[in-house]
């Protein structure tokens, strides 16, 4: 059997799609397991999974049409049995890159598409369930190929190599981070559509570190994210403790993952590094609630504390849908909606939540 697992929808999503990944080759051991992804960061997860055959990578939203064409008919021509899209992939473009590539069957979820667009692609489509996590609406599929998951329990899987966990101890023996604690900051979010907008504002991360820097010294700060971050660090860099504060520059996302293993706790919105650190199993890891956060996208088999944000107040259906489209709402309104968060709220529910910044509180508050 050869078998096409199409994950397009971002770097976090592929890594949602591993616990597929490993129920595919527990089924089916000696098939052939491939999988197309969009970003070269969702093609670094995957490298080195022993359940995938070839990984295939192109960013189909930018470049040569005609070049992407091409690109999807040789993958036409490798004459899969089965594609599966993995949840969540809204966009309706995703099943029509399912359909150019011809597997014999086409498997994905419905969202919010007409019954005349699933009968036009002729795919076999479940609902996808906004109560359930992805990775169970992913696993889902399997019952078009009359099998049943075989695994007892279901992980994010990432393979790093010696040489990645290496690089991730030269960094913190360089910068003598060996014996404090470390906290993994994410300031960023994903640029596609509007989902730039779910940032908690980053004159608040800045406020948040100072607090951290003055009552908490003994605390690193580590800013992980890549060039679509620069300016957010140098923004938060120029009004805090550069002695305390230390911008990542990984080469790739398993360079940042291997850091990210090393950090006592991590703070992001619903990104990818949110994805990573569960994958890493960082110990406290906590969450900003965006309008895109629900249940399908939670941190899967892992403990993690979620920050209210007021604006939101469990509406997250009313900002966002799986349906390809941005979210709703000006981008002063979803401004204003993460601005509600506020710095004190935050900075509560880290030290609620850990004891070793309780116990430094007296002897290090201003």
């Not at 504060?245 to 706790?265: E, G, H, I, P, Y």
Request: net charge positive.
């Amino acid at each position: 059997m050869k078998i096409l697992v199409i994950s397009l929808a971002g770097i976090g999503d592929t890594l949602i799609a591993t616990p597929l990944l490993r129920e595919l080759r527990a089924i089916y051991p000696d098939a052939v397991i491939d999988v197309l992804v969009l970003w070269a960061g969702a093609r670094d997860v995957l490298e080195g999974n022993p359940h995938v055959n070839s990984v295939f990578q192109r960013n189909l939203m930018t470049g040569d049409r005609w070049g992407s064409l091409s690109f999807l008919w040789r993958l036409r021509q490798r004459r899969y049995d089965v594609s599966i899209n993995t949840h969540p992939q809204g966009k309706i473009h995703y099943r029509i890159v399912a359909r150019i590539i011809n597997a014999r069957k086409r498997i994905s979820h419905n969202y919010h598409q007409s019954e005349w667009f699933r009968r036009l692609l002729g795919d076999l489509t479940l609902p996808q369930d906004y109560e359930r996590h992805s990775v169970e609406n992913t696993l889902d599929l399997l019952q078009f190929l009359e099998v049943k998951p075989v695994l007892a329990r279901h992980e994010y899987e990432l393979f790093l190599t010696p040489g990645e966990h290496a690089w991730a101890e030269a960094f913190l023996a360089e910068r003598n981070l060996g014996g404090r604690k470390r906290f993994a900051f994410h300031v960023g979010s994903s640029g596609t559509k509007n989902l730039a907008l779910r940032r908690w504002p980053v004159e608040r991360y800045a406020e948040l570190i100072q607090r951290m820097n003055r009552r908490h010294p003994e605390v690193a700060i580590l800013l992980f994210g890549g060039p679509e971050e620069e300016k957010l660090h140098a923004q938060i860099l120029a009004c805090t403790s550069r002695e305390d504060v230390f911008v990542v520059k990984a080469a790739n996302f398993r360079q940042s993952a291997a850091l990210l293993r090393t950090c006592d706790m991590v703070i992001s919105g619903d990104t990818s590094i949110m994805h990573l650190a569960a994958a890493v199993k960082v110990p406290k890891q906590f969450v900003l609630e965006t309008p895109t956060f629900y249940k399908p996208n939670y941190p899967y088999n892992q403990p993690f504390v979620l920050i209210r944000n007021p604006a939101v107040g469990g509406r997250n259906l009313d900002y966002y849908l799986y349906d390809g489209r941005g979210i709703r709402g000006t981008d002063e309104e979803l401004k204003q909606c993460m601005a509600s968060i506020t710095v004190e709220s935050v900075y509560e529910a880290l030290v609620s939540a850990c004891p070793f910044l309780q116990a430094s509180i007296p002897a290090r508050a201003s």
